[in-house]
């Protein structure tokens, strides 16, 4: 068995709450006691030789191959265990391969309107961007559906794992959008009616600007590609361990008009036991008994 490997002494300064702290110590762990290897720097860091090898993603239903055609070696996506670059690769690939499992997982969540699942894309953003939201918004996973009437929906789905808000950058394209109130983040934001009238003074701040965006991108695929998709579901997904996303989609909630439902925030647990309830065979069964050990936070006597 390998060592643990060195863990990051400002975790908890970052994360009070202690899951960062963690998260780090559990993937160490998983690298060192399950994987056998070895680590670079800290101790949730594959080396470049062992994420090149595609260790950093479950060994089957062509996931690793997905991940060569997105981005040869990254060193966030391939190596680091911690960061959730990986996660939608892990989660959401092999649902291509069965998508009738893809459809009842969901369901689960979208009260049974799923008829068909009929595209899943790890890394989305549709193109031309001018004719949708001109930035550089995408979806961590994004899902075409049509339903019983045969209409067209979508679903955008964000993957967190220990991350929490991120700041605006300086003079960036992103912040100027969001100074400037003609740019399409407002002009989406009113004709969607999705929000209250004094959220749009809030949802800039850096604790909602990536769900609005997400929100909006979606949103603006709706408005651009009207004649073909007519449900949008803006769903994020982390660990219930992540209590600022826990806090953060509730307080987000409140920003929506009370007619609006179009967010839906969901939790590793509950997602993966959808997964369990419908799962269709012994290969997805290792499959997510492999997310659950990967991804799972349970706390002990050992505080981990």
Request: with cysteine; aromatic share 12%.
């Given at each position: 068995?390998?060592?643990?490997?060195?863990?990051?002494?400002?975790?908890?300064?970052?994360?009070p709450s202690g899951f960062l702290r963690?998260?780090?110590l559990h993937q160490s762990k998983f690298r060192a006691e399950?994987?056998?290897?070895?680590?670079n720097s800290y101790g949730n860091y594959l080396t470049k030789e062992d994420g090149e090898a595609g260790n950093n993603f479950y060994q089957g239903f062509g996931i690793f191959d997905a991940v060569k055609k997105y981005r040869k070696y990254n060193k966030p996506l391939y190596s680091n265990m911690l960061r959730s670059e990986h996660i939608p690769f892990n989660f959401f690939i092999p649902f291509n391969l069965n998508k009738t499992y893809c459809k009842n997982v969901f369901n689960e969540f979208f009260g049974g309107v799923i008829q068909t699942i009929e595209r899943i894309e790890i890394e989305f953003a549709p193109n031309p961007r001018e004719k949708y939201l001109n930035d550089g918004t995408s979806f961590d996973t994004y899902i075409e559906y049509s339903r019983s009437d045969n209409s067209k929906g979508l679903i955008g789905i964000e993957v967190k794992y220990t991350e929490k808000e991120y700041r605006l950058e300086k003079n960036s394209k992103q912040e100027r959008a969001i100074i400037d109130k003609t740019s399409k983040y407002y002009s989406v934001t009113?004709?969607?009616k999705g929000y209250k009238p004094e959220a749009v003074y809030t949802l800039s701040n850096d604790k909602f600007r990536q769900m609005w965006r997400n929100q909006l991108l979606g949103e603006s695929i709706l408005l651009a590609d009207n004649d073909k998709f007519k449900h949008f579901t803006s769903l994020t997904l982390f660990p219930e361990g992540n209590s600022h996303f826990v806090q953060t989609s509730k307080e987000y909630i409140e920003l929506l008009s009370?007619?609006?439902?179009?967010?839906?925030?969901l939790t590793y647990e509950d997602f993966f036991g959808a997964c369990n309830k419908h799962c269709p065979d012994d290969n997805y069964r290792k499959w997510l008994n492999y997310l659950i050990e990967r991804y799972i936070i349970v706390k002990n006597v050992d505080g981990e």
């Open positions: 068995m390998q060592d643990i490997g060195t863990q990051y002494p400002e975790d908890d300064k970052t994360d963690r998260a780090r399950v994987l056998n290897l070895p680590y009113e004709h969607c009370d007619n609006y439902h179009k967010f839906l925030p």
